[in-house]
């Protein structure tokens, strides 16, 4: 799987939007980008994933650019309960392919 | 949907006595699973692949004599640390789909293991 590069860190004030961005230069043709989060001492939940195409669902949206080496993850309008560490990871899109997990974004919600 | 249970939440065990973790895919079957491991500040490392009726698959450097691996049903994994030392205290983490294309992969709530 192409290796992902995402800041360490990042505050957002509560009630905006969070816009956490992630590299992934070397993505293959057929790999999706794919976003989870995890907060603190839980498993990690699946936020979104996506191809070429923005997608939106009840939780985020996903831009991914043209070229798709790059993608932003937007939470429209953060909450305190959005404080967690976002994961950013290109995978291929078989069903039982393992996901790789980087360092990731910590996101703090600031009240 | 898509929801994977873990069991037990938490677990604290004597140095040399053995551990069991189980995962179980509630609503759907998953021919696949993976065990990760995550110790503090740090992020997720997968441990093994565990196939329904066949062996696990194990990363570099994880040893399968002590971390055993059972997918004996499309609806359960378990793993059990052996001999667990205080070095194997970490929080581990499953995972499972539906092997659908396209399809995500969901996660246990993990367990965390203190071996004292």
């Known amino acids: 799987d192409a290796k992902t590069t995402q800041p360490t860190s990042m505050d957002c004030a509560e009630g905006r939007a969070a816009n956490l961005p992630c590299n992934h230069s070397t993505i293959s043709g057929n790999e999706y980008v794919y976003w989870y989060r995890q907060i603190h001492s839980q498993g990690p939940q699946y936020i979104i994933h996506g191809l070429k195409n923005n997608e939106t669902n009840e939780m985020a949206s996903l831009i991914i650019t043209e070229d798709r080496k790059s993608s932003t993850l937007i939470l429209p309008h953060a909450t305190l309960r959005d404080t967690a560490v976002y994961y950013c990871?290109?995978?291929?899109?078989?069903?039982?392919?393992?996901?790789?997990f980087g360092t990731g974004t910590r996101l703090t919600i600031i009240p | 949907g898509a929801v994977v249970s873990q069991h037990p939440s938490r677990v604290i065990c004597k140095s040399g006595t053995s551990v069991k973790i189980e995962c179980r895919s509630l609503?759907?079957?998953?021919?696949?699973m993976f065990w990760y491991r995550q110790f503090p500040k740090q992020s997720l490392m997968l441990m093994a692949t565990?196939?329904?009726?066949?062996?696990?698959?194990?990363e570099q450097g994880v040893e399968k004599d002590k971390f055993l691996i059972n997918h004996a049903s499309l609806t359960l994994s378990t793993l059990t640390v052996t001999s667990a030392h205080p070095e194997d205290s970490s929080f581990y983490i499953c995972?499972?789909?539906?092997?659908?294309?396209?399809?995500?992969?969901?996660f246990g709530n993990g367990t965390r293991l203190t071996v004292t």
């Open positions: 990871i290109v995978r291929v899109n078989f069903g039982n392919e393992k996901l790789t």
């Open positions: 609503d759907f079957q998953a021919t696949t």
């Open positions: 995972s499972a789909g539906n092997g659908r294309i396209n399809s995500p992969l969901h």
């Open positions: 565990s196939n329904e009726g066949s062996k696990a698959t194990y």
